[in-house]
């Protein structure tokens, strides 16, 4: 079991989990791939035995971090993954001296927002009809 960055020869694989999972974000493999090389960017991913099971990605500038893609393949879910990767990032920007970290999820996607209150996130926000005119998103967020 090994957390790691992601480099680029993982794009490919990263873009496959983000297809089985349709509440992730959809950059495709050039989107994952431009991101890995951004300065201001971090992804991680969570590998077992040379396969990739999930991934986190998330922007920071000034004294902010944003979560913007996440998700942990199907058939691996449900046994702490998600919550590893949301801990290993939100260690990794604390140490980094950034003070907080946001993040915009669909109100229906009851999991996620299970995982992120687990983890100590607070709803600051929310966007009405936000994801295709309908569903509304909620604005969450922690302070280190
Ligand atoms: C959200 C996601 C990353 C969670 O990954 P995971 O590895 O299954 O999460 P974990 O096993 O670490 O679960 C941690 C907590 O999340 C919550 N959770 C995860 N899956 C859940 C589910 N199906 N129903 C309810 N709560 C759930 C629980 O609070 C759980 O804690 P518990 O095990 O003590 O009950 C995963 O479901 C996923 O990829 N979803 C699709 C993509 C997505 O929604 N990304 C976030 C967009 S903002």
């Known amino acids: 079991m090994k957390m790691r960055c992601a ?3 993982d794009a490919f694989r990263l873009a496959l989990i983000e297809q089985m999972q349709p509440m992730s974000a959809h950059w495709g493999e050039k989107g994952f791939c431009s991101e890995i090389a951004n300065a201001s960017a971090r992804v991680w991913c969570w590998e077992e035995d040379g396969e990739i099971l999930g991934f986190l990605a998330l922007r920071q500038a000034a004294d902010i971090a944003e979560i913007l893609n996440f998700a942990v393949q199907p058939k ?3 046994r702490g993954i998600g919550f590893r990767l949301l801990s290993h990032a939100l260690r990794d920007v604390q140490l980094q001296g950034r003070k907080t ?5 669909n109100i229906t996607n009851l999991p996620a927002i299970s995982l ?13 009809k936000f994801y295709g005119g309908k569903e509304d998103a909620l604005i969450m967020g922690i302070q280190l």
């Not at 970290?101 to 999820?105: A, D, F, K, P, Y």
């Not at 992120?116 to 009405?128: L, N, Q």
Request: aromatic content about 12%.
């Open 116 to 128: 992120y209150t687990k983890a100590g996130f607070k709803e600051w926000g929310r966007r009405e």
């Open 76 to 78: 691996s879910c449900r």
């Open 101 to 105: 970290i946001t993040l915009e999820v």
């Open 7 to 9: 480099a680029r020869r």
